[in-house]
Structures are given as structure tokens and as C-alpha cells.
């Protein structure tokens, strides 16, 4: 018997059987063992849907940037799992950008190069308030829009409203 995540493979593509063995599919399939494994079923639901969250969003954000649309998903997969894998958000974004080089040479993923990026965008995603590179700020939008996201009615955090308006401008929301 198929599991639901095979069925939903199939269904996206259209019910072709064959397996979808891309970079986002095998890291999606890591972060699933991960995930799977937590013991804290509500942590567990928090983890996939604040980090498949964001990688959504950041591909969609990625698209409307013209940036690389693949990394932007995989980032945001990637940016907060060690928060839930360890269960400690005890400065997140540093041992998020350690375990994220660990898992993607792990799986021989990305370039160097690549690597690199998406690192860079982990390890700054927490600093709302400053300006990196394009891509950094692809996650840190994301971040701050999934948040939003979840549950409009939740009040704004202080610092993500000035970047939460910005993006809902950006994209002609408000």
C-alpha cells in the first residue's frame, strides 16, 4: 500500500508512478525522516507547517525576484529544522546554517557555491532589521509572510511589520 506521501507525488504529477528524484524531492524525503521521527506530535505539525511554509513562499517570492526558485525552496525547508530537530531555538539561525551545510554535503545536493548561499540566508534570517543579499532576503520575507500567513488574525510581531507591509505593497495587497 502506497503512503500518503507516494500518493501525493503521484497526484502532483499527474498519476505518473515514477519516482520524482530531484534535489527538492530528496531533501524533502530527509526532512520527512526528521520530522517523522519527533516525538512531540505538536512540534512535529508546527515543523511541517512552518517549513514547508516558507519554502513555498519563498519560491513563490524567489519567481517574482527572478532568483534561483529551486535553492529558494530548498532554504526554506531547511532554515528553521534544526529548531525543531533539536527542540531549542537557542540561536536558531547559526546551528540552522551548520546542520543545513551538514545535511546538503550529506546528501551532495548543491555546489559549493550553492551551499554557501543557502547557508548565508539561514544564518541571517533571524536579523529582520538589516539588509543582506537578495537571496537572504527571499528567506527573511518568507519567513515573516508565513508567519502572517498562519493565522492573519494573530497579531503582527513588533519587528516583522515594517517588512510585512513592505511585501503585502510588493505585492499589491495593501
Known sequence: MENYIEKMQKHIHNGRSEEMENRIERLRKYIDEILLNMKDTQERRCG???LYGVSQTCAFIALKRNLDFELATMVGMLHDLHSYKAINTENHAEHGAVLARQILDELSL?????????CSAIRNHSSKATTHSAFDEVLKDADVLQHYLYNPLFPVMEHEKCRLQNLLTEFGIK
Do not use: S
Open 48 to 50: 511541517y507547517i512552518h
Open 110 to 118: 548543491t555546489t559549493e557555491n550553492e551551499t554557501d548561499l543557502i
